[in-house]
Nanobody
Framework: QVQLVESGGGLVQAGGSLRLSCAAN????????MGWFRQAPGKERMFVAF????????LYADSVKGRFSISSDNAKNTVDLQMNNLKPEDTAVYYC?????????????????WGQGTQVTVSS
């Protein structure tokens, strides 16, 4: 079992920045990388970003391209999500997740382990 613990959420004004971190404990060798998803009130959980453990591949949802940056530290088993120029529509609970060896990077079904979520609120 891989356990994931997120940190770094909070309240920020529009245009501000936040950095989310996710620490993975357990057999991460069974995973191909880490992703971030978010769920706004009353909406489905959506893909935000994915990165391989090597850090060589990073993929983003169109809505966050150019504003968010995902990075991984394979030695520490951590993944960060740097969020800049935040908008009120970025308000959501953000989840980190560990992706298995198959599936599509933007699909929840490809991820075997999930964190508990951290709240990000962007005020206008």
């Amino acid at each position: 079992q891989v356990q994931l613990v997120e940190s770094g959420g909070g309240l920020v004004q529009a245009g501000g920045s936040l950095r989310l971190s996710c620490a993975a404990n357990g057999p991460t060798f069974s995973t191909s990388g880490m992703g971030w998803f978010r769920q706004a009130p009353g909406k489905e959980r959506m893909f935000v970003a994915f990165v391989t453990w090597s850090g060589l591949t990073a993929l983003y949802a169109d809505s966050v391209k150019g504003r968010f940056s995902i990075s991984s530290d394979n030695a520490k088993n951590t993944v960060d999500l740097q969020m800049n120029n935040l908008k009120p529509e970025d308000t959501a609970v953000y989840y980190c997740a560990a992706r298995g060896r198959g599936g599509t990077y933007y699909s929840e079904n490809a991820y075997n382990y999930w964190g508990q979520g951290t709240q990000v609120t962007v005020s206008s």
